[in-house]
């Protein structure tokens, strides 16, 4: 064996070595693992560089790329190592430095840019070496080291453990070792002495830097179970303070808590008070805990101190006190029970009832207003479950079924309103609030219930929904809305009636001054909101009628009336009003004046009519009578003449009184035809409906159209009244019908519905329009609406939907005035 295979025969058996003894300590650290993942690397590379050795030629070159794998891997698990030692989280640069020697490693594996081929030299066979080689060298191994150096330094220098910052030194020392030996076997040897095969000398002294990472992790001593060791160890990262002594009471360690709480500059700083503290802790019983009050440079202190004993195969070999600074704890304990003091002060003095319980119903806390709303005594309440004093068998039920579904701690709080009965039996109304208790772990632990006597305040609330609900109807009734709109916010809010009035959904539209200038009538619009802006900027009252277009286009007539509110500083803020629809009243107004105009009219006509028929009666009287009497008057004179004369001719006499007797006749034809004018006589000798089939077949005579009647029942036993007023109806519409409807045809309907008589006139003619309706020359119309009126009645003119003009004349009547004999 050469010199040459000796280095790597001796490193690969340190290596091994090393690697073993970290092994059979079974200590499970990321510090040990990736140390061994480190050596496991190495150990690798040198065993390929003793098997090339006795390799031939052939396969050299092959062998050569494998070991290329982990020698350019050295730096990558050194950089691994370093932030497993510094406890580092793996970053950008971690990553970064995987992916290149990921990266070197195939560009070794499957090109010539790294290693060309096999030489032969007095070491044996070697690797010449690409164009990449030394770039890859340098990214893949010499920075990854830099990296790795660099992270294990700066933790050197941070770090408060002495035995850590012990070991990043030899680690630190150990990589600037392997540099130096890479810088010689790489730049030196080969530059300067001309040694073209130095890969085999640095690869096997490459083991020195993992000599020098065993040293640091041993220095930590983790497989030592010295008491300096376990002390230093364990203890320097603790939170709580810790102080290590010996049998004899001597110092071992101080970790960095408890020099801070003591104010102590090093580990053998042991001060008076330090001194004092210590001998009082040495008085604890073993295992127990006592809190103590100290002054530390003027400040007071509470201090938690626990004493424990160190035994060493059942031998004592030291104490272990640990110190822990409560202060904040106990100003938080005062606060906490200050917070507590003050939370039961609330409660006791809080006007609405609240209780306390746990999650089964266990009274904790309960104030007096709670014991004043169910008239109970404190005393009969705290320490017993909620249901347990309570004898409303209902409420009782409740509280329990509560109980059970709250119990897992997530049923969400509501709030509840319901009836209640108190100890002597009054029944009241409250609301109920409540939420869970819990730990500051959030687990839920009770319950917190605010109780409210909202019995006033729920009769209040009915009361104005009553009252609301009778001003809905009220204003419904009365076709009048409301309104209310604010000066500062410029909003505007209308009643539920207005929005009827108005004709929108309460739903779709917003009140606004836009949207209620979009339904005023064209015609009123710029007026009206002249005025509304006028009232606005200097009226006090308003006034006005307004003329508004719905969304279906309808028209309504309005009437607004508004008044101004003003504040306590005398600032008008907002405008008080009222709409009233008076569209119907419009009508009427319009319809009672339209019936004056008719009535007048109509006394106009009757004075005309009236005149005429004295014209007419005088003239039938003159013609008529006046020849007939003169007539008589000469036969009489003729026949008185002749027996003056004493000359009488019977036969002359006999053919004057005939004549007379001729002129009587027609003189009571004459007398019968204007009576009849002046009231039918059928009246007098028909029953009613025969009376109607009478005048109907006259009509049917004289203008030579088809008539029909179709009548329910047989008689109508009306009062006089009443059937001429009835008779003259009907003899106005089949006047109507000759005079304007061109018919060739008429139907007369007479019912009985409901204790009401009803008659139709129905014609197949021309129908009629409504100015003819209207119209103030329609005498004949208005003398049968006046007829019908005086009669309780009322009248319907309108075109029938077949053609022709339906007369519908409705009238109450008593069941006795008409025989319910149904004719056939």
Avoid: C
Wanted: avoid cysteine; glycine fraction near 4%.
């Amino acid at each position: 064996m050469d010199f040459y295979s000796l280095m790597p025969s001796i490193a690969l058996l340190v290596n091994a070595l090393l690697m073993y003894y970290i092994i059979i300590q079974k200590q499970n650290s990321p510090i040990n693992k990736n140390y061994i993942f480190y050596s496991l690397n190495l150990l690798f590379l040198i065993l390929i560089e003793l098997v090339t050795l006795n390799l031939g030629a052939e396969s050299l070159e092959i062998w050569f790329r494998i070991a290329s794998i982990f020698w350019l891997s050295i730096g990558f698990w050194f950089l691994n190592f370093a932030y497993a030692f510094t406890s580092k989280k793996r970053d950008w640069k971690f990553f970064i430095m995987n992916f290149i020697t990921l990266l070197s490693v195939i560009v070794s594996l499957f090109t010539n840019q790294v290693i060309k081929g096999v030489r032969y030299s007095a070491s044996g066979p070697d690797e010449v070496i690409g164009n990449l080689f030394y770039p890859l060298v340098i990214i893949s191994i010499a920075i990854p080291l830099v990296i790795g150096l660099y992270l294990i330094m700066q933790h050197g220098m941070i770090t408060k453990n002495n035995s850590q910052r012990r070991a990043a030194n030899l680690i630190f020392m150990g990589g600037i070792f392997s540099l130096l030996i890479a810088i010689l076997a790489y730049l030196i040897l080969p530059s300067v002495f001309n040694i073209k095969s130095p890969f085999r000398f640095a690869e096997s002294m490459s083991v020195i830097h993992s000599f020098f990472i065993f040293l640091a992790i041993h220095d930590q001593r983790i497989f030592s179970l010295k008491l300096e060791d376990i002390s230093s160890n364990l203890f320097s990262s603790m939170v709580d303070g810790v102080i290590v002594l010996n049998e004899s009471k001597e110092i071992i360690h101080i970790n960095d808590t408890a020099k801070e709480i003591f104010n102590l500059e090093n580990d053998n700083d042991r001060n008076p008070l330090l001194s004092r503290i210590l001998e009082e802790a040495y008085s604890i019983n073993e295992n127990r805990r006592e809190e103590k009050e100290y002054q530390i440079n003027g400040e007071n202190k509470f201090i938690l101190i626990t004493r424990s004993t160190i035994n060493s195969n059942e031998h004592k070999i030291g104490d272990m006190f640990f110190f822990k600074d409560i202060t904040s704890r106990k100003e938080t304990e005062k606060k906490l029970i200050e917070s507590e003091t003050k939370y039961r002060n609330i409660v006791e003095k809080h006007p609405h009832g609240i209780i306390e319980t746990d999650l089964d119903g266990m009274i904790t806390i309960v104030n007096q207003a709670y014991a004043d709303l169910y008239e109970f005594n404190m005393e009969e309440m705290i320490g017993k479950k909620a249901w347990e004093i309570h004898t409303d068998e209902e409420f009782i039920k409740k509280i329990l079924d509560f109980l059970v579904i709250s119990k897992d701690g997530t049923l969400e709080p509501t709030t509840q309103i319901a009836p209640r009965k108190t100890k002597s039996g009054k029944i009241i109304e409250i609301q109920i609030d409540w939420i869970y208790k819990r730990d500051s772990n959030g687990k839920a632990t009770g319950h917190l219930t605010v109780v409210t006597d909202v019995t006033e305040k729920r009769k209040n609330e009915r009361r104005l929904i009553q009252q609301k609900t009778m001003l809905a109807q009220a204003e419904e009734l009365a076709h009048l809305g409301s309104w209310e709109y604010n000066i500062k916010t410029n909003m505007l809010h209308w009643s539920e009636e207005l929005y009827k009035i108005f004709g929108v959904s309460e739903m779709v539209h917003t009140p606004s001054l836009d949207a209620l200038e979009k339904i005023l009538h064209p015609d009123y619009r710029d007026r009206i909101l002249k005025n509304l802006k006028n009232f606005i900027a200097k009226g006090e009252t308003l006034s006005q009628y307004e003329k508004i277009v719905r969304p279906d286009g309808e028209i309504r007539h309005l009437q607004t009336n508004a008044i101004k509110r003003k504040d306590e500083n005398g600032e008008v803020t907002k405008i008080i009003g009222a709409t009233l629809d008076v569209t119907d009243l419009r009508k009427m107004e319009y319809e009672l004046l339209l019936s004056q105009k008719q009535l007048r009219a109509l006394t106009e006509k009757l004075q005309l009519t009236r005149e005429d028929e004295r014209k007419f009666l005088a003239r039938e009287i003159h013609d008529e009578f006046g020849q007939l009497l003169t007539a008589l008057k000469m036969d009489v004179d003729l026949m008185i003449d002749e027996l003056e004369n004493n000359n009488p001719k019977t036969e002359l006499m006999i053919l004057n009184l005939q004549a007379i007797e001729s002129l009587i006749i027609k003189a009571i034809a004459s007398v019968q035809n204007i009576a009849t004018m002046l009231r039918p006589d059928v009246l007098d000798h028909l029953d009613f409906v025969s009376a109607l089939e009478w005048q109907l077949k006259e009509f049917e005579d004289r203008f030579k159209i088809k008539t029909s009647i179709k009548k329910e029942v047989i008689e109508y036993n009306f009062d006089d009244k009443t059937r001429l007023g009835l008779f003259r109806i009907f003899q106005e519409g089949l006047t109507n019908v000759a005079r304007h409807s061109n018919a060739t045809e008429v139907k007369v309907d007479l019912i009985i519905n409901n204790s009401i008589f009803e008659m139709k006139i129905i014609d197949n003619g021309i129908g009629i329009s409504q100015d003819s309706l209207d119209s103030l020359k329609s005498i004949g119309l208005i003398g049968m609406r006046e007829r019908i009126i005086l009669l309780d009645g009322e009248i319907d003119i309108k075109n029938h939907e077949a053609g022709g003009v339906e007369l519908h004349l409705k009238m109450p009547i008593h069941k006795d005035s008409y025989e319910s004999n149904i004719s056939g």
